[in-house]
């Protein structure tokens, strides 16, 4: 009697760890065009708005955004995409308006309306964009394939080149501001620069 006892038990463990873990959530996660409504398997930029919809830049198949279900697409035939070759950069500013970086120029949508930004109709140096941050002062720094690095206060533009400050190279791939303010800015040649308007102030990690 205690050997089928013992028996059972182990047999409601077993079955008992198999529901578990059939029960638990999957570690991993892949979305990608043959699963689901993701456009193109090139994704180059991810932001999350306050309602915690993922967007997606792909480099071939526009705007992508995921709410957990549904999947809606961004493109030069349904938007005011200006083009379906979507870069790094993508961010929210404080109003949740998306500004996003393509190949063709900056991109803003404010969830209706789209507004873009190129050579020919603003201060931005170059049409082909890499990545971009907001500062604590709402100004947005953008980074250039081959034209160094603009600021937009969302009026006026100021741009950064090797012909007009020290930036080391005009090849900008990566930006990031710390907590003093300084722009750390990585280029493609040039090495590492930081920038700070009034001076750059470098305090070391603080623990």
């Known amino acids: 009697m205690k050997t089928v006892l013992v ?8 079955i008992g760890s198999a529901v578990a873990a059939c029960s ?24 999350i ?7 997606m830049g792909t480099y071939g ?12 697409v961004y493109d030069t035939a349904n938007s005011g995409l200006p083009t379906y070759g979507v870069h790094e950069g993508l961010t929210f500013d404080e109003q949740q308006n998306l500004w ?3 190949h063709t120029g900056l991109a803003k949508f404010d969830g209706e309306t789209w507004t873009t930004y190129h050579p020919t109709n603003s201060g931005l140096p170059h049409n082909k964009l890499r990545t971009l941050v907001f500062d604590d002062q709402g ?8 034209q160094g690095l603009a600021k937009f206060d969302g009026e006026n ?10 930036l080391p190279h005009d090849r900008v791939y990566a930006l990031a501001i710390d907590g003093e303010g300084n ?4 280029t493609d040649g040039g090495g590492l620069a930081v920038y700070r308007e009034g001076g750059v102030i470098l305090t070391g990690v603080q623990e």
């Open 183 to 186: 722009i750390w800015i990585g």
């Open 157 to 166: 533009w100021a741009a950064y080149n090797t012909d007009n400050s020290r």
């Open 24 to 47: 638990q959530t999957p570690e991993w996660i892949v979305y990608n065009t043959d699963n689901s409504g993701l456009p193109y398997d090139r994704d180059r930029g991810l932001a």
């Open 49 to 55: 708005d306050e309602q915690g919809n993922i967007w």
């Open 7 to 14: 028996l059972g038990l182990v047999v409601l463990l077993v």
């Open 100 to 102: 996003i970086c393509t």
């Open 61 to 72: 198949g526009g705007l992508a955004k995921f709410d957990g279900e549904t999947w809606t």
């Open 139 to 146: 100004n947005l720094w953008i980074a250039t394939q081959w």
